[in-house]
């Protein structure tokens, strides 16, 4: 971490006149492409606050890390450019990262690395390639646009554009994105809590639409209030209605509706990669199905809940909880079951070959986590300015997860619906730059089965 104040030696002096001093000025230098004005916005100290002096190095500390994690910037250093007895002036010097990332695509289709190692054979078949275009910071404004180009297992075009605030007091932003997506291999059902395929390779199965505007106020920059609301229009061939008429559930082969959401986001993480300290909650309202449409209508809200403290400078413990509950109790067509665990981030370790659906559900993740390692790496070989200096850590940790999926409209060969489950084990996790994390996981389960694990997270 470089959190330089520069005169702080003079900070011991000034306790004899106020305890508080006003933020007079804050200067931002080394943005060749990132506004000044939104370098500030995602702080949480602005001109004209005010600042106990006991509390100055931990509150630039603490703006320190929102500016890091951003995502923006390689490093940041924030220095005391002026102090007097009443007034501060802050200079925020910055290395801008690099912002412009055409990604191959090289993945795979099915949920995890594990699943289609083991369960599917290494089938190569089931790998996506393509290209994935990152554009962060488009104008200085921190905003993104994506791009995605991707064939293989499932072929899709993607076209994702983020603009942080378009107004002149900078709480309100926008998100567009619209995803063309087809396949020729259809998940048609879960039987003995996994997923059974169905593949034809002469055509393709499944072709999806979707159109999505998203608004958000964010008069904080910890707090947001954003809504949703998205047009999907999805197409089947007769074969899928023909070996799986619940697919849709109308006998139709093509399905049509309006979603809607409102979420709540407070994030008062240190850094959003991998927190150490602080919180984050989310609460969200969803309702699929309105005005057009008849095969769908659902009515769910859910809310998550990660709690990060330190117990000294080398032991944290992270706590996650979350709950999904449907308020409409309808069976859904099994396009559009309610996805409980198993599934993106939803799920308990151990039980990664998996899946549980369901109307409602909850977990609660423990991790303990020692620092093992956490230095600047200097790799001269590396042909960039700004990456020859890779802030590495690395953390042991011991994982103890709870969960419960409720299913009344479930089969009796899903033995993981409506019973507890346990999971847990040791892992091992490497952060990279801030931004990127990888772990490595070994769980056992309540049926005692082991595994090791691979799950990663990039910051984009």
Do not use: C
């Amino acid at each position: 971490m470089k959190v330089v104040l520069t005169l702080i030696v003079f900070i011991s002096m000034l306790v004899s006149t106020s305890a508080q001093l006003t933020v007079k000025q804050i200067t931002v230098e080394g943005n060749k492409k990132t506004k000044a004005a939104t370098v500030i916005r995602e702080m949480e100290l602005q001109v004209g606050d005010t600042i106990a002096k006991s509390q100055l190095q931990d509150r630039i500390q603490e703006n320190w890390k929102l500016l890091i994690g951003t995502g923006l910037f390689l490093s940041v250093e924030i220095n005391i450019a002026e102090l007097s007895n009443d007034d501060i002036s802050l200079l925020i010097t910055v290395e801008e990262d690099w912002y412009i990332y055409p990604i191959p695509i090289l993945e795979l289709a099915d949920r995890n690395f594990n699943e289609w190692w083991t369960t599917f054979n290494r089938d190569l078949r089931r790998i996506n390639l393509g290209l994935r275009f990152y554009w962060l910071n488009t104008t200085g404004r921190n905003d993104q646009l994506k791009l995605v180009a991707q064939y293989g297992f499932t072929q899709k075009y993607e076209l994702d554009y983020q603009l942080p605030f378009f107004n002149r007091k900078k709480t309100l932003g926008a998100h567009f994105n619209a995803l063309f997506a087809r396949a020729k291999e259809v998940n048609l059902r879960t039987i003995n809590n996994k997923t059974v395929f169905f593949r034809q390779d002469d055509q393709y199965l499944l072709n999806r639409n979707r159109l999505g505007v998203r608004f958000w106020y964010r008069p904080q920059v910890r707090e947001k209030l954003e809504f949703r609301a998205q047009y999907f229009n999805n197409r089947i061939q007769d074969t899928i209605q023909q070996v799986s008429p619940e697919f849709f559930n109308n006998q139709a082969l093509k399905q049509e509706y309006l979603s809607l959401d409102l979420r709540f986001i407070s994030d008062h993480r240190d850094l959003r990669a991998y927190p150490l300290k602080g919180y984050y909650s989310s609460s969200k309202l969803q309702k699929d199905g309105i005005g057009i449409g008849k095969s769908v209508n659902s009515l769910t809200a859910s809310s998550l809940l990660a709690y990060y403290f330190p117990i000294n400078k080398k032991f944290s413990v992270e706590l996650i909880g979350k709950a999904q509950a449907a308020i409409i109790r309808k069976q859904q067509p099994f396009y559009n079951i309610q996805r409980a665990l198993g599934y993106k981030n939803d799920f308990v370790r151990g039980y990664e070959y998996y899946v549980v659906d369901g109307m409602d559900y909850g977990y609660q993740k423990t991790s303990i986590r020692y620092e093992l390692f956490n230095k600047d790496i200097t790799v001269n070989v590396i042909p960039f300015q700004g990456f020859k200096t890779i802030p590495l850590k690395l953390y042991f940790k011991i994982n103890n997860d709870f969960g419960y999926v409720n299913n009344p409209y479930g089969e009796a060969t899903n033995s993981l619906e409506n019973t507890w489950l346990w999971g847990g084990g040791p892992a091992i996790d490497l952060v990279l730059y801030h931004r990127y994390v990888v772990q490595f996981e070994f769980s056992v389960n309540r049926f005692n089965e082991k595994g090791l694990y691979l799950h990663y997270q990039f910051l984009f």
